[in-house]
């Protein structure tokens, strides 16, 4: 009898070898990443699809066994995140908070802001509040974890008690720490979004597509999180099939321009397609200006007396958002163009580009006069990064 509960408690009823244990613990805690991305973020916060009810009962099923998290909080923190993003009512922004506070403490964090009525008010409309929701996924959270030790002890003996560990802190860490901090502190950005927002990888897999947060943020309501040609968002793909099989319904992605080449001058379909898709515009006229740096590089070298601290950093303002530029550093800029009429001329252009979808009050064809009236200048400056954008940019479709 004694031998039997030791064998229990040394191998539980599976008897797994160590690697056994490893797979069966990196398989769960990637369907909880799924979980979280597919149900919580994409379906619940975002309502960019809809699921079936059997993968929406079995997500929220395994949420509550597997992180406790109740659906109405989670939903309801997340849009407020993206409501005050970056300010001081964002619930666990970097920015405001500090890096280390939001790495570390962010299911802290979360748990406090869980805690607000207010925000559970105002934004926890649409989410589930059917018996079971009631009953048990909110009123008894703590159950399902509980009953998640429980099983893995089963399974594995005393070694479950860790693959239970790791589980509990997949998603503080994973979400609340490095897409909450780091997805907010460091990496690159495809767009110049509002926020910080920062795609920590392109290769979405190990969080379930939820490392392109730029992408995320600049398209907020889009079911595909990849923008790029070279980004892979592992949800997108579990989204897919379960559409294919019936199981989901995609209601809403990020745009994608269309273009007709043979165009030659800006018409009232290159004015609405310019402002839909005036994410993708400015990122591409933000490559346009690298190209231009490259083309200035040679007489910047020359002439600017304060060396190639002062370049590389007028480098990276340059492909800031002007209005997000602080005194300091557009006093920079203005001693670059000192020695630049070129990226002077593309720096004022940007401005005046992105202004045409912020004059709100401006009727369809003023605003279509100052998008030709833009074009004809920019092919005129002699600036060829200049004029090659401006080629494009009239042939939105």
């Not at 997949?170 to 720490?177: D, F, S």
């Not at 989204?239 to 043979?262: D, Q, Y």
């Not at 709100?360 to 004029?387: N, P, V």
Request: charged share 20%; proline share 3%; with cysteine.
């Amino acid at each position: 009898m004694f031998n039997a509960i030791l064998d229990f408690l040394s191998n539980g009823v599976t008897g797994a070898s160590a690697w056994q244990v490893v797979v069966f613990t990196l398989v769960v805690t990637h369907i909880t990443i799924a979980a979280v991305t597919i149900f919580l973020h994409r379906c619940q916060a975002h309502r960019a699809l809809d699921l079936h009810a059997i993968p929406s009962h079995f997500f929220r099923f395994w949420l509550w066994m597997t992180t406790g998290m109740v659906t109405k909080e989670w939903a309801s923190i997340h849009r407020k995140h993206h409501a005050k993003c970056d300010t001081e009512e964002d619930p666990h922004s970097p920015v405001t908070r500090g890096i280390k506070k939001v790495f570390w403490e962010g299911a802290e964090l979360y748990r406090a802001e869980s805690k607000n009525l207010e925000t559970m008010e105002k934004f926890g409309h649409g989410t589930p509040d059917d018996w079971i929701e009631r009953n048990l996924y909110t009123k008894h959270s703590a159950l399902g974890i509980v009953a998640m030790l429980l099983i893995d002890v089963m399974l594995f003996g005393v070694v479950g008690v860790s693959v239970w560990a790791v589980q509990m802190v997949w998603i503080p860490i994973t979400a609340a720490g490095i897409i909450n901090g780091i997805g907010h502190y460091w990496g690159y950005r495809n767009y110049d979004c509002n926020d910080a927002a920062t795609n920590i990888i392109p290769f979405g897999i190990i969080i379930g597509g939820e490392e392109l947060h730029n992408n995320h943020h600049t398209f907020g309501t889009s079911a595909k999180l990849s923008s790029k040609w070279y980004e892979f968002d592992i949800g997108w793909m579990y989204i897919r099939i379960l559409e294919i099989c019936g199981l989901a319904k995609v209601k809403k992605v990020a745009p994608a321009p269309k273009f007709n080449h043979t165009k030659l001058v800006p018409d009232l379909d290159t004015l609405q397609s310019v402002i839909a898709n005036r994410y993708d515009v400015m990122a591409k006229y933000a490559k346009s200006l690298k190209n231009a740096w490259h083309e200035e590089r040679g007489q910047l070298t020359d002439k600017a007396k304060q060396g190639a601290v002062f370049l590389k950093s007028s480098k990276k303002l340059l492909q800031r958002e002007p209005a997000k530029l602080e005194a300091p550093q557009k006093q920079q800029l203005t001693e670059l163009f000192l020695h630049s009429k070129a990226l002077q001329t593309m720096h004022e252009m940007r401005v005046e580009l992105g202004a045409i979808w912020e004059r709100s009050h401006f009727t369809r064809d003023q605003l279509l006069h100052q998008l030709q009236d833009w074009c004809a200048r920019a092919e005129a400056s002699g600036i060829k990064s200049l004029q090659d954008f401006s080629l494009r940019l009239r042939s939105y479709s």
